[in-house]
């Protein structure tokens, strides 16, 4: 073991399988409408040993996955002020380009 190779991060919902998954369950993980447990290593976090580690347990896994961005043109040119309250009556916010790419 060496020192400088040890892992350090966050980690979770780590698995694996002994067969190749499909597409379709790989797209279902990353859309979190699924959380397989693998048949080789089954994230269960009491089947890991943990060394000076900290564990946050989550009661919803789908907070692991960022919404979609849904992005809104308004069909006529508003004021900021105007603009900004339109978009927090309906639970978004203002977003302006930086540059002109």
């Avoid at 399988?17 to 790989?26: A, R």
């Avoid at 859309?31 to 397989?36: K, L």
Wanted: charged content about 20%.
């Amino acid at each position: 073991f060496e020192k400088d190779q040890a892992f350090q991060g966050n980690l979770t919902q780590f698995n694996m399988w002994s067969y190749v998954v499909s597409n379709k369950l790989i797209q279902d993980m990353a859309n979190c409408s699924t959380f397989p447990s693998g048949n080789v290593i089954d994230w269960k976090i009491d089947s890991f040993k943990l060394v000076k580690t900290s564990v946050i347990e989550l009661e919803d896994l789908s907070s692991l996955c960022h919404p979609k961005t849904q992005l809104y043109l308004f069909p006529k040119q508003r004021l900021w002020k105007a603009a900004t309250q339109v978009c927090e009556v309906h639970g978004g916010k203002m977003f302006s380009p930086s540059s002109d790419r």
